[in-house]
């Protein structure tokens, strides 16, 4: 006759299985790993719970000391980042920081990655010193971000010190010196190639690994056919760098768009180059609206889940037609 209980035989005691090899490897893990997850939530984790819900409450300077206690506003903290001159569309044909930092993520998105492409494409053929050249290219990146934009600042001055001014002054191509950080639009196109300058090393590393790993072979049989070097490009190197570069573009979108050293360090935010990201600052430490920072911080954050479900969702069409 069976009775209700489960003999020892059938089932290991808790006590076994608290002693066993597979229980002892699992509480390994989970010390080896509690460092990092602790040091994750500290950093990373806590923050972002944080900030959304500063972003939910009026916080200012009045009543940080006492941050948990803020009143509750909704999305009023919201709707005073949107309304704000300076984050859509500030007048007189002048773009706003939310319409700014589409623009300028996008374009030097698109720049760095054309010339990282030409660079890798360079860097690919067989020539003297390829080593040091290759090393000599990763310049811009490895530089500390201060030091390359005071180089800048240094060589855009507007006084007829300034490197450029010099040099254009001295060919009789300008009479005058000209401010060129501090000139709408012409400021903006100065970030936008300073950033395409800075980080194309890291897509040229990129797209160098994958160009060295396409089988020689292809481009042997597109010989053998008569192809041409535009053709071996556009039929065979193009199609075997197609996932290399849409990773590329969207690693370094979400890069530049979060991107606040780059613009604070060359123009400040201003003259047309006002970010999400400066804003955001703007908002926060120099206005002492936090709430306000944090509301404005979200509305990048969402801006890039949006950009990143496009993406993913032209990635899988792409992937099923292949």
């Known amino acids: 006759m069976t009775t209700g209980t489960t003999s020892p035989t059938t089932r290991p005691s808790s006590r076994r299985r608290w002693h066993s090899l597979q229980a002892q490897e699992a509480r390994l893990a989970w010390r080896l790993i509690l460092p990092t997850a602790l040091i994750v939530f500290g950093l990373v984790v806590f923050p972002a719970i944080f900030s959304i819900w500063i972003s939910f409450h009026k916080v200012g300077l009045g009543n940080l000391n006492d941050v948990f206690h803020a009143p509750f506003v909704g999305l009023e903290n919201y709707r005073r980042a949107v309304t ?38 360079l860097l690919n053929q067989p020539f003297r010193a390829r080593g040091l050249s290759r090393a000599i290219f990763l ?22 010190s300034g490197v ?14 000209l401010a060129y950080l501090s000139t709408r ?21 990129m797209i160098l690994a994958r160009l060295q790993a396409i089988d020689g072979t292809l481009y042997e049989a ?27 573009f969207l690693l370094r979108l979400i890069w530049t768009f979060n ?4 613009i ?12 999400l990201p400066v804003l955001t600052y703007q908002f926060s430490f120099r206005l002492f609206d936090f709430g306000v920072g944090a509301a404005t911080a979200m509305i990048l954050l969402l801006t890039l889940v949006v950009f990143l479900v496009i993406y993913v969702g032209m990635f899988m069409r792409s992937t099923e037609e292949v």
């Open 84 to 121: 704000d001159f300076a984050f859509v569309w500030q007048g007189g044909g002048n773009m706003g920081a939310y319409v700014t930092s589409i623009v300028y993520s996008f374009t030097s998105t698109i720049l760095t990655i054309i010339i990282g492409l030409v660079a890798a494409l």
């Open 139 to 160: 310049f811009p990146y490895v530089a500390p971000i201060v030091s390359v934009a005071f180089v800048w600042r240094w060589i855009l001055d507007p006084r007829p």
């Open 164 to 177: 450029l001014n010099d040099i254009l002054m001295r060919l009789g191509v300008i009479d005058l010196p």
């Open 185 to 205: 639009g012409l400021a903006l196109i100065l970030v936008i190639a300073f950033t395409g300058w800075r980080y194309f090393p890291f897509a040229m590393l």
């Open 222 to 248: 597109a010989d053998v056919d008569g192809a041409n070097t535009w053709q071996k490009f556009r039929h065979i190197t193009m199609p075997e760098l197609r996932y290399v570069v849409g990773a590329l």
């Open 259 to 262: 991107k606040f050293d780059d």
């Open 264 to 275: 604070f360090l060359l123009t400040g935010g201003g003259f047309g180059t006002n970010v």
